[in-house]
């Protein structure tokens, strides 16, 4: 474990705070675990809760390092924040601090979804579960505002970088352009004006001491070439992990097995921008192309993927499970939704082991560091977008689409507000921001009155 004294990186002025210190793999595995078991919220809510943890709370890592890599995921296909996630668990501890980070991101929302896809099929509804999260859900939307403005406050440092975020938001909100478009554009906009975007570096001044990684490598500048060089092969691996099962069950089996291998193996290279972005290709294909479940089905999938921990795309593992359980019954359900989960995260981990050495090499590159800054002031807008999105659908029971020439807004029916999840967001924000609870009590009183209240009314 590296080790050295603040006393040599602090910036003049500073205290000095005793040595700075990687946390051990047991003390980053029980954050880990944390943020597994309460990432609700979508990508908007788990980047904050990874934020929160890793930068905020911790100061593990820099903010002008956790904006790099999370501008570096939004690049890539696949859920944001799980890769983010994988990103910071192999800057911390390698390979296995990356896996151990990853896993513990999508195994406890996998467990759940597996249990309320078997409650489902077995009993048709889970009421008390659905009044649980119902509560989760109000409190996560103001931890995803609470978020938005820490992150635009940190990202945004020049007027081009809030106009950016300001067009990104309205090209996803208003013109409904592809997600991959918008951050495309970005990139290219930091690239060829490096001096409008400020990229930051992770030596830029922060509040309090600097980030411990920071520190760390300042004492030890060959660590990133080990674990590039682990990386790598460790990359190699997970896409030979990945393909060899798709290929043999193809090759040999054939079935739902091998439907589900072959159809979410793509969908795990085109998710550019997240769940949303392919939710409506994966509704047709599996609902009119295979006859895997019903529309309905589909809508209760992604009710039920919105209100557990994990990323949003593991609404594809309840779709696997429908399609197995059709075919065979509970252990074929149960087989075909652990396949979709291996075939839609094993790239993610591939994904991330290959290219974040080569990201973590651009600091020094004048116009990249500026294309990612770019990048990431348009997530800001994206944030915002998705903030918005689930914000709407918390509040109000109905959203419609109203078109205004090219432009197509998500507008709320005013007479289906909830008044409830109204109440129970005021209560959230007033627990965070008034009594300062901090995020788990906060999670937790609004939770438990959220069931009681839910329960209480029917």
Known sequence: MSEVALEAAAPSGMPARGEARLPSFGEALRVWLKIGLLSFGGPAGQIAMLHREVVDRHRWVSDARFLHALSFCNLLPGPEAQQLATYLGWLLHGVRGGIAAGALFVLPGMAVMLGLSILYATLGNVP???????????????????????????????????????????ALYAFGLPFPLVVLTAALIGYFAPGAFKGGSHGDA????????????????????????????????????????????????GGVLADVAWFFSKMAVVTVGGAYAVLAYVAQEAVQGYGWLTPDQMLVGLGLAETTPGPLILVLQFVGFLAGYGQGGLFWGILASVLTVWVTFAPCFAFIFLGAPYVERLHSNRELTSALAAVTAAVVGVIANLALWFGLRVIFAEVRRVELGPMALDMPVLGSLDPLALALAVLAAVCLFHFKLGLLRTLGVTAAVGLVAKLALG
């Open 128 to 170: 008390v579960v659905s009044a649980l999260f119902f509560g989760l859900k109000c409190a996560v939307l103001v931890l995803v505002v609470e978020a938005l403005l820490r992150v635009a406050r940190r990202a945004l440092k020049t007027n081009p970088a809030w106009a950016l975020a300001a067009a990104a938001f309205v």
């Open 206 to 253: 922060q509040d309090g001491p600097p980030a411990v990684l920071d520190v760390v490598l300042a004492a030890d500048p060959g660590r990133p070439a080990r674990l590039a060089a682990q990386a790598w092969r460790a990359g190699w691996i997970g896409v030979g992990l990945w393909l060899l099962p798709v290929a043999v069950l193809v090759a040999t089996r």
